[in-house]
């Protein structure tokens, strides 16, 4: 057992009783604590009263199904998503990571690829919480916008909150740390801490695409991220840091 774990928390959400079983136990043996639901009222529930490392979430699910509950957990926290389903093709996973999953797996799965998923994305996780140091710029304003480096809170010009999921904040930060510079795909995904963080080629393109959701640029002219044809993406302002 990996005592370094025993501090996770894993919600899993499935209604499939056997799978809740199978990847309780499975997760619990590898030092983990684990909380199982069947529905999004009662994993809302937990939200409410349990602090939660990791969120396991199927796809389908009775009532609001998982994509459904995966945009509303976004839209509140940065709590890791790792989307579970029986359907596996490019457009599911896409749409999954549109609502802001940090990966998918799918159905039948070995759960010792689960397990080396749910470690990779808390790793990830943990690393971009340490990254910020103390002598670091506090505040990043560019175009308006103000992000807090220590909360990761995104500010519109007009004062309105922005959430960011933590692969949206990492991203940011790699076009904010090489503001007016073309960024090309590799590139991309080496500095948001290699290419385990995107499942798939494209998933760069929906990751700056739900980006530019967040910054309200158009994605038809970009103003703020701009693509940079047949070279990669560049964040085009002028960047001021404060302490």
């Not at 976004?74 to 999953?101: F, H, N, Q, W, Y």
């Not at 073309?182 to 080496?190: G, P, S, T, V, Y």
């Amino acid at each position: 057992m990996d005592t370094m774990n025993s501090n996770d928390h894993i919600l899993i959400v499935d209604d499939d009783r056997d799978i809740r079983a199978l990847l309780g136990d499975y997760l619990q043996k590898n030092g983990y604590r684990v909380t199982l639901v069947a529905d999004g009222k009662r994993m809302q529930e937990v939200l409410e009263s349990e602090s939660i490392s990791l969120i396991v979430l199927d796809l389908m699910l009775p009532g609001e199904d998982g994509l459904v509950l995966c945009r509303n957990i976004r839209a509140k926290s940065e709590i890791p998503v790792l989307m579970l389903t029986a359907k596996g093709d490019d457009m599911d996973r896409i749409v999954g990571l549109e609502m802001g999953a940090d990966d998918y797996v799918a159905k039948p799965f070995n759960p010792r690829e689960l397990l080396a998923r749910i470690k990779s994305i808390l790793r990830r996780s943990k690393a971009s919480q340490e990254a910020i140091k103390p002598d670091e710029a506090n505040v990043v304003r560019f175009s308006g916008w103000n992000l807090d480096m220590l909360s990761r809170q995104l500010t519109s010009p007009q004062g309105v909150a922005v959430p960011l999921s933590g692969s949206e904040y990492r991203l940011l930060r790699v076009f904010i740390d090489h503001a007016n510079r073309i960024l090309n795909r590799d590139q991309l995904m080496d500095f948001c801490r290699g290419r385990e963080m995107f499942p798939f080629d494209r998933s760069i393109d929906v990751q700056v695409s739900r980006l530019r959701q967040r910054l309200g640029d158009d994605a038809k002219e970009p103003m703020l991220i701009k693509t940079i044809r047949g070279e990669g993406y560049m964040l085009a302002a002028k960047v001021e840091f404060e302490k």
